[in-house]
């Protein structure tokens, strides 16, 4: 439920959701890196799940850099969006 609203919400003005597209992956793997946060600063000792999120961290930052190197434009609006780095300019 939870997923399908966040998801909802970056692709508002695309007709069809591709869900094969490397920005849903990138959004659908933050979606999964913040819930794993928040999981984490209540459970400290849950080794498994920091091991999970260091795997999806990378992954992440891989299909990140992908993109980047694709389309400059469509990484800077998919990092301003979703609000994952800092940008140089602040």
Do not use: P
């Not at 999964?32 to 999970?52: A, C, F, N, P, V």
Request: net charge positive.
């Amino acid at each position: 439920m939870v997923k399908n609203s966040f998801i909802s919400v970056f692709f508002q003005e695309k007709k069809e959701e591709n869900k094969g597209s490397v920005e849903f992956q990138i959004i659908s793997f933050t979606n999964k890196i913040r819930r794993l946060t928040s999981h984490l600063e209540l459970h400290k000792k849950d080794y498994l799940s920091q091991r999970g999120l260091r795997k999806i961290l990378g992954k992440r930052q891989r299909l990140l850099s992908y993109l980047s190197k694709k389309n400059k434009i469509r990484y800077k609006e998919l990092i301003s969006e979703l609000d994952i780095r800092e940008s140089k300019n602040r």
